[in-house]
Every structure is written in C-alpha cells, then in structure tokens.
C-alpha cells in the first residue's frame, strides 16, 4: 500500500487565486511526480524530481506553476493564477528510481470556480 | 509520442464472472503497469510488468510485448472490484503514458 501523503484532499479557488497542494512522498523514494487527471480520465505529466532537482516539466508547468520538492519538506506544487481549466484533480507519485514502479497519493481535487 | 488504448471503456459484471481488459501501446520500447482507481481517487499500483504473465490473488496481467498489447484478467469478479483500471507505459525517465481507461461495475 502506498504511503505517499497529499494535503488538502480537495481546494477551492477563484479564478486568479493561487492554488498550493502538497505531497510527502514514501521515505526512501528520491523521485517525485505530478500528474493531473482531468475529468475525461486523461492524464498530463506536469513535472518529476529528483531528490531536489528538477528532471522534466512541461511548459505549462515552466509557466504557470511553482514547484519544489525541499529536502526535510514536503514537496508542492502551486498554480500561481488559477484558471477554469485547472479544474482537476492532481496525482504526486513517488518512486526508488528511474526503472520502478510508481505509488501514488490519493490526489488534491482543485475546483477553479 | 508513447499511445495507449485501453478497451473496452466500461464493463458491467455480475458478481463471480470473469472479465479480460485489453491495453494496446504503441511502441515496443516501454513497460508496461496496470493500475486501480478507487472512486475516491488514490491510484493503487497492481502489476508492473515489462513483459510475460504474473498474478496476483484473482488478478492477472499478461504483457505481449512484441506483439505491442497486454491484458488484465480479473476472475471470480466481487463488488469491491468495482472501479477504473488504467494500463500505463512508461520509456527512459519513468514518465508514465496513460490510457484513458476502464471503468468496472460489479452488481451483487
């Protein structure tokens, strides 16, 4: 069973507002990622770590988003102006290494009204 | 990039029948996972599985990989069975390509 812990389980925001979700991944496990799964069950990859450094994100992440993954602290991401699109619910997953298997947290459901 | 079909897209089950969802990738290069979704959210690893056939209780997953498909078999259904399964493949990185899965009903 996973043990990756993300707060809050669900935010509710306005449009503009920032939006922070967090994540502690399993003990061990240096590689983090985020996901988001939109309604329609469709996955994005937004961005991974490792340990501290970022591996990969993509340019809406770059853009829109601030995100770190702190040694000693939970990771985060944060939307820095939320939008309706936004709208989703956003998956951390941690990981030994770059051939491993994922466990995944149970998800911070961001409603952007 | 990496594309994943999953089918079909839902199932409706009598409790104690059986059910088989397919995964077809793309491309050979890739490992392929299955995963659960519970209604709540929380995804649940069930199988990794590059290749072959492993089990586990009454799940098992069978990877073709040449063949560029792979199959969850679920026997003697229950009503906790219920909810979406999503097949991934990951390449170099571990950065997961996902199908937009199958969602399960099992009726008592």
């Known amino acids: 069973n996973s043990k990756v812990i993300q707060t809050p389980r669900y935010l509710v925001k306005g449009q503009g507002q920032k939006a922070k979700m967090r994540c502690i991944p399993e003990?061990?496990?240096?590689?983090v990622f985020w996901y988001q799964q939109n309604k329609n069950n469709e996955f994005k990859f937004l961005i991974n770590?490792?340990?501290?450094?970022?591996?990969?994100q993509i340019d809406m992440t770059e853009k829109r988003f601030s995100a770190e993954c702190p040694s000693n602290s939970p990771c985060s991401l944060e939307i820095q102006s939320s939008e309706a699109g936004d709208s989703a619910l956003y998956l951390c997953?941690?990981?030994?290494?770059?051939?491993?298997?994922?466990?995944f947290g149970a998800g911070t459901r961001l409603s952007v009204l | 990039g990496q594309q994943v079909q999953q089918s079909p897209a839902s199932l409706v089950l009598q409790e104690g029948e059986n059910a088989e969802l397919q995964c077809n990738f793309s491309?050979?290069?890739?490992?392929l996972q299955w995963f659960y979704q519970h209604p709540g959210g929380r995804l649940v690893s069930l199988f990794y599985?590059?290749?072959g056939t492993k089990h586990t209780g009454r799940l098992t997953s069978t990877t073709v990989t040449n063949e560029r498909r792979g199959s969850l078999h679920i026997s003697s259904s229950q009503t906790t069975d219920s909810g979406t399964y999503f097949c991934?493949?990951?390449?170099?990185?571990?950065?997961?390509?996902f199908g937009i899965g199958t969602r399960v009903l099992v009726r008592p």
């Open positions: 997953a941690s990981s030994t290494g770059d051939q491993n298997t994922l466990y």
């Open positions: 003990k061990g496990h240096p590689v």
């Open positions: 770590f490792q340990n501290q450094e970022v591996l990969q």
């Open positions: 491309s050979t290069a890739t490992r």
């Open positions: 599985n590059p290749s």
């Open positions: 991934a493949t990951n390449s170099a990185g571990n950065k997961l390509t």
